[in-house]
C-alpha cells in the first residue's frame, strides 16, 4: 500500500473505538490479555478510557490510519513524550479491580515516569490488523510520525520489542532504529523472553 491509499491522524469519539482497542490489544501478546483476559472485555474496558483526558492510551497520544477504500481502521500507535499532560489519577482503577493495580497501571506509570524524565518520545504500541499486514502500512504510518516528531525537535524515539518478534524488529531496522540493549522482559512472560530496546537518533536530531 502507498500513503495515498491510507489517511493517518489522530482518532476522534465518532472513530470506532472498540476497533481501536482491539488493535492495542493486539500489540502485545501477554500484556492484554493479563489485564483484560479476554479481547471482548478489552473492547468494552479500553474504549471508553480513550476518551479520557490524559489517560496514558488517551486519542491524543493515538495515531490510527485509515484505508480510503472502505474506511476500516487498519493500524494504530501510541507514542508519549513529556510535553503530554499524563497526570491521570489512575486511583479508581485501581479500587475498581486488583487486577490493574498489579499489572498494566504500574507498567504505565513507570513508562510515564520514564518518559516525563527524558528528552524522548516513545512508542509503545504499534499494530497492523492482521489481515493488513506485510503492505508496509506500519512504515508508511511510523515514517509519517516520525516526520512529526522531528518537525516537534525530539531528540530521540524509544521503543520495546519482544526479541523473538522479527516482523516488527524487521521493521524498525528499515526506518533506522538500532537496538541499544536487550533484557529479560518481566511483564507476566511466561517464556521470559527478551524484550529489544530501539532507539532512533540518527532520525531525530536538533537543527
Ligand atoms: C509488527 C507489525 C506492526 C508490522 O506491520 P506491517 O504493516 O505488516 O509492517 P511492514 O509491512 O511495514 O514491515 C514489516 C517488515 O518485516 C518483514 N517481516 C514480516 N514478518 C517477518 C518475519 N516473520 N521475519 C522477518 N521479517 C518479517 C516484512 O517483509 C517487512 O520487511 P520488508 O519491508 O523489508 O519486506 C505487524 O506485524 C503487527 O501488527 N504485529 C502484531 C503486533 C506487534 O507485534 N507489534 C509490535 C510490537 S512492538
Given amino acids: 500500500m502507498h500513503q495515498d491509499d491510507l489517511i493517518i491522524r489522530k482518532p476522534t469519539k465518532e472513530d470506532n473505538l472498540e476497533k481501536i482497542a482491539e488493535l492495542l490489544y493486539n500489540t502485545d501478546p501477554y500484556i492484554y490479555p493479563y489485564w483484560f483476559k479476554t ?10 478510557l480513550l476518551l479520557e483526558d490524559k489517560f496514558f492510551f488517551n486519542i491524543n497520544n493515538l495515531y490510527i490510519s485509515i484505508n480510503k ?8 500507535i501510541c507514542i508519549v513524550n513529556k510535553n503530554t499532560d499524563l497526570d491521570y489519577d489512575y486511583s479508581d482503577l485501581k479500587a475498581k479491580n486488583e487486577r490493574y493495580c498489579f499489572t498494566i497501571i504500574n507498567y504505565i506509570e513507570g513508562l ?23 503492505k508496509h ?5 511510523l515514517s509519517y510520525v516520525i516526520e512529526i516528531y522531528k518537525e516537534k525537535l525530539f ?4 521503543l520495546d520489542v519482544l526479541a523473538n518478534n ?10 533506522g532504529f538500532e537496538q541499544f540493549t ?26
Fill in 39 to 48: 479481547l471482548d472485555n478489552c473492547k468494552k474496558e479500553l474504549s471508553p
Fill in 69 to 76: 477504500d472502505n474506511n476500516d481502521i487498519v493500524g494504530v
Fill in 112 to 134: 510515564i515516569k520514564e518518559v516525563k524524565e527524558s528528552d524522548l518520545a516513545y512508542i509503545s504500541n504499534v499494530c497492523v490488523a492482521k489481515k493488513y499486514r506485510g
Fill in 137 to 141: 502500512i506500519e512504515n508508511i504510518m
Fill in 155 to 158: 531528540k530521540s524515539i524509544d
Fill in 166 to 175: 522479527p516482523g516488527a524488529i524487521k521493521l524498525y531496522q528499515n526506518l
Fill in 182 to 207: 536487550e533484557i529479560f522482559s518481566g511483564f507476566n512472560n511466561p517464556k521470559e523472553e527478551k524484550t529489544a530496546s530501539f532507539f532512533d537518533e540518527s532520525k531525530i536530531k536538533i537543527v
